[in-house]
């Protein structure tokens, strides 16, 4: 197979490079403890109003490029689309896309509820990412925000229960 027709065959872009293996995704829930001030020190930096949301991570490079949920959209694998409010936030290390546990710093703990792998597509300025274990479990579109950025991901056929 040629290398153009490998680069179309698993979904990414022309002009992006083909990565070595195919790019992996995790969605954790990341509970975090109880505090009176509900105030979190994340790295130096005070994080107010902290609370349990769920992290989905996406394999790039050397890093998992990261958005916190509040909450997920709700179970609709053949249905329309869906608006999940998000926060972009700072990317994490490659070790939380099989990690299950305490956070260090005392930052809580984290569970995975689903992984799998995802393409990612280019079309009109905006990404496509496509999630996927044995079957397609959601499409998602965003406009590439900046970390701390918050906006509204755009959902397509959520097929990821959670408990």
């Given at each position: 197979m040629k290398n153009e027709d490998r680069h179309e065959k698993q979904g990414f872009p022309e002009g992006i490079p083909e990565p070595a293996v195919v790019p992996r995704f995790v969605l954790l829930w990341h509970e975090l403890e109880k505090k009176d001030d509900a105030d979190l020190a994340v790295q130096g930096f005070l994080v107010q109003g902290a609370t349990s949301h769920w992290d989905l991570m996406l394999e790039q490079h050397a890093s998992?490029?990261?958005?916190?949920?509040q909450d997920l959209p709700e179970y609709r694998p053949n249905g329309p689309l869906q608006f999940v409010p998000a926060k972009r936030i700072a990317d994490h290390r490659p070790?939380?896309?099989?990690?299950?546990?305490?956070?260090?710093?005392?930052?809580?703990?984290?569970?995975?509820i689903a992984s799998g792998i995802y393409s990612a597509q280019q079309i009109e300025g905006r990404t496509r990412i496509t999630l996927k274990r044995d079957k397609t479990l959601a499409t998602l579109w965003l406009d590439e925000p900046q970390v701390d950025e918050e906006f509204q991901l755009e959902v397509w056929n959520w097929a990821m229960v959670h408990h």
């Open positions: 998992l490029r990261t958005f916190r949920l070790v939380y896309l099989d990690y299950e546990g305490e956070v260090s710093g005392n930052r809580g703990s984290v569970r995975k």
